[in-house]
């Protein structure tokens, strides 16, 4: 069955970074992307950042512009999500998530993913 699976968030402090890995299990190459979602407690899912088609493009939201890198290993079939002077509101649950098919634009419409890891908690104090 095809899955993606998240690891790396914890307890940071305001200013500090954290990288995150997501594995799937199926090539990342062709005509896929990744992205990934986050949704704090109380509020909406929220789209952070995608790569796509195969690490054609990559495309963040503005909350996290300048401050994120989302980068993928093809090798080990593995997206990472590189963050930079977190800061409280980066706090919640983080989420990969896979395209096998086509995805236009920025690819940020969670409805269009086939596949969800569990979530990784990312808690940034001050």
């Known amino acids: 069955q095809k899955h993606v699976a998240e690891s790396g968030g914890g307890s940071v402090r305001t200013g500090e970074s954290m990288t995150l890995s997501c594995v799937a299990s199926?090539?990342?190459?062709?005509?896929?992307?990744m992205a990934w979602f986050r949704q704090a407690s109380g509020k909406e899912r929220e789209w952070v950042a995608s790569i796509l088609r195969g690490g054609e493009a990559v495309a963040y939201a503005d909350s996290v512009q300048g401050r994120a890198t989302i980068s993928q290993d093809n090798a080990i079939n593995t997206v990472y999500l590189q963050m930079n002077d977190l800061k409280p509101e980066d706090t919640g649950k983080y989420y990969c998530a896979a395209h096998w098919g086509p995805c236009s634009g920025r690819c940020d419409n969670a409805g269009a993913f086939h596949a969800w890891g569990q979530g990784t908690q990312v808690t940034v104090s001050s």
């Open positions: 199926l090539h990342l190459y062709g005509g896929n992307s």
